[in-house]
């Protein structure tokens, strides 16, 4: 006993400790550098680049580390590359980390809710902005465990550098036990001294998820989670962590909190509607579209006007090709043939016609105007109700903090959602993410508003809010806009004009009560019939 | 007296702050030296281009009384080797600073340029001398490491190691010793003996005390440590004389300084100095040869 706590405090295996810490910080800052790289050319559109970058994991993930540390010491020198022992050997680990790094931050990418990358193109984010506000924020949490268990890995990892001369904490217990003879004593006391450090490691991990955790509420909770026995008992689910927090989704109290209307409530003589809308200039011209995935057609030549301040209803059965031609006019899907033209401008290609890159293209949809809401509302789930609004107004439009909050103020006060401000959208109702994915579409004043289902993934409770919300944008604001929806009687009382879409092609389209109450292509009847034997 | 606290006190946050601080750089292990023969003020004009420099001795420090680390001081190098690597630098004009290394890494790290020299009780063998220039410098004398009692009845590298398994170091010369066994088991009809590689002698010796192998041949100097160390468990079966030299390795294309390294050793040996080395380190006297050279093409 008294030997192990001679060796235990003994200068000289503490400062192996040094050497240790050492290989380990370069093994993993070198190896976080070389792994957004690799990560980075592992997403990249380009083939080469992710085919270069999966050789380099294929050879660096299929070597032992030591034979790693031995080239990077040994073999290197022979071309002139002679670094010293600590170097080399943090060379040799952040190579041979880079590739495990990079899947982690490629998990941690791809894991980030699609939807929401979506939605932020769809909103104009450039693939920078998209990664640094969206993207990346969200990786960064569900990454921390991984990062934690790499960090433990390649400490204990370090000690191979034993092998190429490094007086780090391994080495320097061999030569003691080899000096003294007294190996036991020695070993026990470099293995406490490993595991003081790993423990320091799940400490600081700890303090990181403690740190990111959205839902950090109460400062009772803050200290317990701390602690490891609240992790092991998983009273981080809703139920348990409620204590003095507030719930966790407050009740929704539908249409009653939204504000009053401001318009007239009778409706324009319809016929007079659509003669002033004739007039208007052509807000989304679609022409000869067709667009198939592998050899199955989707869209099969779709022809499209739609005037400014026109309100579309877009019918149609599932897979009719209704969420395929909003996001080909949206440019989030390409197509084969025909042309899309919104405001007179063709998206997605240059004066020339050549096609964009991902970040023109981010550009010219911000430019253009072109708004869009999903079934699966698509809320970025690390911002607030507010910042889902304010932030893209910053982020793309180049606003500044205090217009963009006023601006969020405004929308959430029209969507009736004042005093949700500064809920996280996982503690919103279905019908409140809607509408607050609604105000986030309309903040940039886009000139179409696309609404693929809105109602679609809501509750039957909840979903009259969110048509409230969308018929007001018609009636006050006048706004142009496409909706696919599959409620009928909202499409008669709102839609100007009703199009049905079956197999990929209109089959029937004109004013909606002429549409919904008559129609005369067979196909549509069928469709009308059964959605209205549905609804009753 | 409360100021003898303070030592402590200081240790502990020396302590803490070497734990949290990443400082670059090692201290190089200093060593004491003894006086240089007189003749070393010509060798040094004759071969003028180390005075001066610090050279890197490579070591495997796991052969107590050859080199080792001192336990009381682990941050110096201490034994025979380290001594007389000294004094051929004092003699020369240079100093020496070490890289620990496995012993199987010596003649790579001398080959890749990454030490100058290796002083580390390293056997001359026509093998080795393909890859490094050696200068010999002592006999050898192994001892035959058993555990106390010698229950498989070893006898020396020869067929009564039929079927125990010998602990060795990777790239020992014992290794092919021991392996050439096996064709003279065969004839008698007797198990192989096995034969289980290690990194260091600690390694070795705890393959004995554990009872994972039956014998460990190497040094009889470190035999004899190791005996000296665990009195109750282990024992020298006997001593033998293997057909080599020990050697300093140096770089195959650098015969200038291979010369000058032989001149200075002479002087030593001449002197009576490194016989005075033997005796320091309480290391056999008959160890003493003549610097010779050992080199192929």
Redesign the interface.
């Known amino acids: 006993m008294e030997l192990f706590l001679h060796y235990l ?4 295996m ?2 192996g ?3 240790t ?2 290989v380990t ?1 370069l093994g993993l800052l070198g190896g976080l550098v070389l792994g957004v790289i690799l990560a980075w050319m592992q997403l990249s559109r380009f083939k080469a680049l992710a085919s270069f970058a999966r050789v380099y994991t294929v050879i660096f993930r299929g070597t032992p580390l030591i034979l790693q540390m ?1 080239f990077a ?3 290197l ?2 071309i002139g590359i ?1 670094l010293p ?2 170097l080399a050997a943090g060379l040799a680990l952040a190579c041979n980390e880079a590739p495990f790094i990079a899947e982690m931050l490629r998990s941690g990418v791809l894991g980030v809710d699609r939807g929401q990358v979506l939605a932020g193109q769809a909103l104009g984010m450039t693939p920078g902005v998209l990664m640094r506000r969206i993207i990346a924020p969200q990786a960064i949490r569900s990454m921390i465990p991984a990062f934690g268990n790499e960090t433990v890995s390649a400490l204990k990892n370090s000690s191979l550098a034993s ?3 490094v ?1 780090e904490l391994t ?2 217990s ?8 007294d ?1 036991f004593s020695i070993f026990f006391a470099s293995g406490l001294i490993y595991l003081f450090l790993t423990a320091a490691i799940a400490g600081i991990q700890l303090f990181l998820e403690w740190l990111f955790d959205l839902d950090r509420a109460s400062r009772q909770i803050k200290l317990l989670r701390l602690m490891p026995w609240y992790r092991a008992q998983g009273l981080d689910d809703r139920s348990a962590a409620a204590g003095d927090a507030p719930p966790e989704i407050l009740p929704d109290a539908g249409v009653a909190e939204l504000p009053p209307p401001r318009a007239l409530s009778e409706r324009v003589d319809r016929a007079k509607r659509s003669e002033i809308l004739k007039r208007n200039n052509v807000a989304v011209d679609v022409a000869a579209l067709r667009k198939s995935y592998d050899k199955q057609m989707v869209l099969a030549g779709v022809d499209l006007t739609v005037r400014i301040g026109e309100v579309i209803a877009l019918l149609g059965p599932s897979g009719s090709g209704k969420s395929t031609l909003l996001r080909c006019i949206n440019n989030l899907e390409l197509w084969n043939e025909g042309s899309i033209k919104v405001g007179g401008r063709r998206l997605g290609f240059s004066d020339r016609g050549k096609a964009l890159s991902p970040r023109l293209l981010a550009q010219a949809r911000a430019e253009v105007g072109v708004g869009m809401v999903f079934q699966q509302f698509n809320l970025f789930g690390h911002l607030t109700a507010k910042e889902n609004i304010a932030g893209p107004l910053r982020w793309v439009h180049g606003v500044s903090r205090i217009d963009a909050d006023r601006r969020a103020a405004e929308l959430l006060g029209r969507v009736g959602l004042s005093h949700r401000a500064d809920a996280l959208p996982r503690h919103l109702s279905g019908g409140q993410q809607q509408r607050v994915a609604i105000a986030r579409a309309i903040a940039p004043n886009p000139s179409v508003l696309l609404l693929d289902e809105p109602t679609s993934a809501l509750d039957p409770e909840l979903v009259n809010e969110v048509l409230e919300v969308i018929r007001r944008l018609a009636v006050e604001d006048g706004l142009t806009m496409i909706i696919s929806t599959h409620q009928l009687r909202f499409a008669s009382e709102v839609a100007d004009r009703v199009v049905l879409l079956a197999d990929g092609a209109i089959v029937e389209e004109g004013p909606a009560d002429e549409v919904l109450s008559n129609p005369r292509n067979p196909v549509a009847q069928r469709f009308l019939n059964a959605m209205e034997a549905e609804v009753a | 007296m409360v100021t003898l606290s303070f030592p402590r006190t200081y240790k502990l946050i020396h302590i803490a702050a070497l734990g949290a601080l990443l400082v670059v750089g090692v201290g190089a292990p200093t060593i004491a030296r003894a006086a240089a023969p007189a003749a070393c003020a010509e060798l040094q004009a004759k071969y003028p281009d180390w005075k001066g420099k610090t050279l890197v001795n490579a070591i495997n420090p796991h052969t107590p009384g050859y080199e080792s680390i001192d336990p009381k001081d682990p941050n110096k190098y201490v034994g025979f080797d380290i001594d007389l690597g000294e004094q051929i630098g004092e003699c020369l004009g240079f100093k020496l600073t070490y890289k620990a290394v496995t012993f199987a890494a010596l003649l790579t790290t001398l080959s890749s340029g990454q030490a100058d020299i290796v002083i580390s009780d390293i056997y001359a063998t026509e093998e080795r001398a393909k890859a490094a220039d050696f200068i010999t410098y002592s006999k050898v004398f192994d001892g035959v490491l058993v555990a106390k009692g010698n229950p498989k009845k070893i006898t020396g590298i020869n067929t009564s190691m039929c079927g125990a398994a010998a602990a060795e170091n990777t790239g020992y010369v014992e290794v092919p010793l021991i392996q050439a066994l096996v064709g003279e088991c065969k004839k008698e009809g007797k198990a192989e003996p096995t034969i289980q590689l290690y990194d260091n002698n600690a390694n070795c010796i705890q393959a004995i005390l554990a009872g994972r192998a039956d014998t460990y041949v190497n040094d009889v100097n470190t035999v004899d440590n190791a005996v000296k160390a665990y009195p109750d468990k282990l024992e020298k079966a006997i001593a033998v004389t293997i057909p080599y030299k020990v050697g300093i390795a140096v770089p195959k294309d650098k015969p200038a300084f291979r010369d000058a390294v032989k001149a200075a050793l002479t002087e030593i040996y001449k002197s009576g100095d490194q016989l005075a080395l033997l005796k320091k380190w309480n290391l056999d006297p008959e160890n003493l040869i003549e610097p010779g050279l050992l080199m192929v093409k």
């Open positions: 405090t003994m200068p000289y503490i400062e400790i040094q050497a810490l050492q910080a031995v010491y040994n073999a020198p022979q002679k022992a600590i092998v190429i001369a007086q080495l320097r061999t030569q003691m036990a080899s000096a003294t003879f190996f």
